[in-house]
């Protein structure tokens, strides 16, 4: 059997034509390939919205009849539960540093990229968030922060914000754990941008109407997207897709790596000073989103 032509010696002709027809037979492969992809990606999707809707209403009953009996341990058990769930069913991938304080009463301030930051950061603690008002108008979500009292602020209404900082009070008074996100935004998630003070007002307000109450614990929280995939779960205030979207999007990755950083708590008093104390969590929010970014490409 005569030997197989040597491509160097019939010429650079020669290679350029193989590696032409290499590159035809990869081509053509990647088009057989498309509408398998196109099927997994609708069924992915369809996995993920069934899992979503079928998960709510499994568990909604129990969080009604909590809700009638006013059963706050209860809300808490269905929250933590259906969060757990949903970091599941989205395929969030967290990678935690630091744990959640255990000192009462506890208010949290964390950077702010997406509405995933909420399921991230439910699934550790039963958290009753302070939202920006346009979340109660989104479709089936809306709902869902309504059931779990999130308290909503209206930023464009300056003078009604005197009224969030009582009703933070009043659920930190109630035992409720706060969530805050300072920024008063959604970023990037490469950075922190400065943190606004004026939700702080809660701490002290529920200070001074407790004079028993030497302190309330304020935690720092970063949550940041890592990975290949970091980028399509960031909602970014300048991103302007709709949440519908944005959570079809979301649904489509198998994968999303998180990393959840829990800082060390700072104890807040009645003469604590407001804005010192959001430049002391911003601080430490910002070192740790760029440790978390530091590590990832280390990795890489």
């Known amino acids: 059997m005569a030997p197989a032509p040597d491509l160097k010696t019939l010429g650079p002709a020669a290679e350029v034509r193989s590696r032409g027809g290499t590159g035809r037979q990869n081509g053509l492969g990647e088009l057989a390939l498309r509408p ?9 999707v369809a996995y993920v919205l069934a899992g979503i809707f079928v998960v709510t209403f499994a568990l909604y009953p129990f969080l009604a009849v909590s809700v009638v009996l006013r059963s706050r341990a ?10 757990r769930i949903m970091r599941g069913l989205l395929g969030l991938r967290i990678a935690v540093h630091g744990a959640p304080s255990s000192s009462r009463p506890l208010c949290i301030a964390s950077n702010h990229t997406s ?3 909420i399921v991230v950061i439910s699934s550790f603690l039963p958290v009753v968030f302070v939202a920006k008002q346009e979340v109660a108008s989104w479709p089936f979500f809306g709902w869902l922060a309504r059931l779990q009292r999130s308290i909503f602020v209206d930023r464009e209404r300056k ?3 005197h009224r969030t900082v009582e009703q933070i009070a009043d ?16 970023t990037d998630g490469t950075g922190v941008v400065p943190f606004r003070s004026a939700l702080i007002g809660g701490v002290h307000a ?13 935690q720092p929280v970063s949550v940041t997207y890592v990975g290949p995939n970091r980028r399509g779960a960031v909602w970014a205030l300048e991103d302007e897709i ?5 959570l079809l999007q979301v649904a489509a990755m198998r994968r999303i790596e998180v990393v959840v950083a829990w800082g060390e708590p700072v104890s807040a008093d009645v003469g604590s000073d407001r804005k010192a104390l959001a430049g ?10 760029a440790d978390a970014h530091q590590s990832r490409t280390a990795q890489r």
Do not use: K, N
């Open 242 to 246: 709709p949440f519908f979207p944005h």
């Open 206 to 218: 529920a200070l001074r109407r407790q004079p028993r109450l030497p302190a309330i614990f304020m």
């Open 280 to 289: 002391e969590l911003e601080q430490a929010v910002r070192a740790m989103v």
């Open 171 to 186: 659920a930190l008074l109630a035992g409720e754990i706060i969530g805050l996100f300072p920024e008063g935004t959604s």
């Open 36 to 44: 398998a992809r196109a099927v997994l990606h609708v069924l992915r």
């Open 115 to 117: 509405w995933l930051d």
């Open 159 to 161: 003078h009604l914000v």
């Open 74 to 83: 209860g809300q808490r058990w269905v929250a933590t539960r259906y969060h």
